[in-house]
Nanobody, 124 residues
Framework: VQLQASGGGLVQAGNRLRLSCMYS????????MGWFRQAPGKEREFVAA????????YGTDSMKGRFTISRDNAKNTVDLQINNLNPEDTAVYYC??????????????????WGQGTQVTVSS
């Protein structure tokens, strides 16, 4: 079972980017999924989470407005749209799966399986 993130790259400030994460296992629609990011020299930071059916979304106040998480259970993917990028968004972005007993909203320790990350670099 793997999580494969993609969609990162070098973008100019003010632009938008859509990251995608594909899950290779089964029962994707039952899983709480999340996105995190880790900037150089900083700890990993929670961005947003989405329930298995996609009807509930949870994100920190600092992430609201520019970050949108969504999922397509038919394709086993979870996406993160980032609007109005700024250089402070430069980080490796990771998707993660919460363990099957997690409740919504999840807490960070619930996320036990991680993808390899995709690099987002924002130039000013």
């Amino acid at each position: 079972v793997q999580l494969q993130a993609s969609g990162g790259g070098l973008v100019q400030a003010g632009n938008r980017l859509r990251l995608s994460c594909m899950y290779s296992g089964r029962t994707f629609s039952r899983m709480i999924m999340g996105w995190f990011r880790q900037a150089p020299g900083k700890e990993r930071e929670f961005v947003a989470a989405i329930s298995g059916s996609g009807d509930r979304i949870y994100g920190t106040d600092s992430m609201k407005g520019r970050f949108t998480i969504s999922r397509d259970n038919a394709k086993n993917t979870v996406d993160l749209q980032i609007n109005n990028l700024n250089p402070e968004d430069t980080a490796v972005y990771y998707c993660a799966k919460a363990h099957s007993d997690s409740r919504f909203p999840p807490i960070v320790p619930d996320f036990l399986r991680w993808g390899q990350g995709t690099q987002v670099t924002v130039s000013s």
